[in-house]
């Protein structure tokens, strides 16, 4: 089994981000809980 190894993201990078890690984890959760609801409010925000 291989070791994880984990890199930073550079602060001017994270800067640029659409979205910080906080907001990561809550849309994971919500897209594992009700997939169906995240992916179609994700669909909508595409086409609107």
């Not at 990561?24 to 169906?36: G, H, N, Q, W």
Request: proline share 6%; aromatic share 12%.
């Amino acid at each position: 089994m291989s070791d994880v190894k984990l890199y930073p993201v550079p602060a001017e990078v994270a800067a640029h981000a659409w979205i910080n890690n906080d907001q990561y984890l809550e849309m994971y959760k919500r897209s594992v809980d009700d997939p169906e609801g995240f992916w179609a409010e994700q669909a909508n925000q595409l086409v609107t």
